[in-house]
C-alpha cells in the first residue's frame, strides 16, 4: 500500500536554471535530473475535460525524501500553462501518492488527469481551499520508482 503522505512538492516555471538554483541554496538540493519534452497526448490525457496535448520540460531533485520537481510547460494547454498565466511562476502543488486514484479523488474537481510516459497514472485536483493551487494524486509503478529512487541516489 502506498504511503499516505505527501512524498512530492512542485513548482511551475519559465525558468528551469534559476528555480534549481534557487532551491539549491533555500531546500538543499544536490543535484537536479531534467528530463526534457515529456509529451502528454490525447490518447492519455485530460485537461479540463477534454483531451490534452502539451509538452513539458520536468526537472527532479529531493530535499531529504521529499521529492522536488520543476515543471517548465513548453507548449500546449495545461494546468502549468494556465497556472503560468493566473498567476506565474510559483508553487503549483503537493503529491500523494496512493494506489487507487478512483478512491482518492473521490468528488474532488478533476482538473488534469492521464498517464505519463512509462505509466505513472496521476490526477490533479483543485485544492486553493487548503491553500495550495493543486493536490496531485500519483500511482507510481515500478519503472517510475527505479527512475526517482535514482534521482534520490543522487543527492547523496
Not at 141 to 149: A, G, L, N, S, Y
Request: proline letters at 6%; charged letters at 20%; one cysteine or more.
Amino acid at each position: 500500500m502506498a504511503d499516505q503522505t505527501p512524498v512530492q512538492i512542485a513548482w511551475v516555471t519559465t525558468d528551469l536554471d534559476a528555480t534549481e538554483n534557487a532551491l539549491t541554496t533555500l531546500l538543499g538540493a544536490r543535484k537536479w535530473v531534467r528530463v526534457p519534452d515529456v509529451h502528454f497526448g490525447p490518447e492519455t490525457c485530460t485537461y479540463r475535460g477534454r483531451p490534452a496535448d502539451f509538452t513539458a520540460d520536468i526537472s527532479f531533485s529531493y530535499a531529504g525524501d521529499t521529492q522536488l520537481e520543476l515543471i517548465a510547460p513548453v507548449a500546449g494547454d495545461s494546468v502549468y500553462s494556465e497556472f503560468l498565466d493566473r498567476a506565474g511562476a510559483g508553487l503549483h502543488h503537493i503529491c500523494r501518492e496512493v494506489d487507487d486514484i478512483d478512491a482518492a479523488i473521490g468528488p474532488a474537481e478533476v482538473v488534469q488527469r492521464g498517464t505519463m510516459p512509462g505509466g505513472m497514472e496521476f490526477a490533479y485536483v483543485s485544492a486553493h481551499s487548503a491553500g495550495v493551487p493543486y493536490i496531485e494524486f500519483a500511482h507510481i509503478p515500478p519503472e517510475i520508482r527505479v527512475f526517482f529512487d535514482y534521482v534520490k541516489q543522487e543527492q547523496q
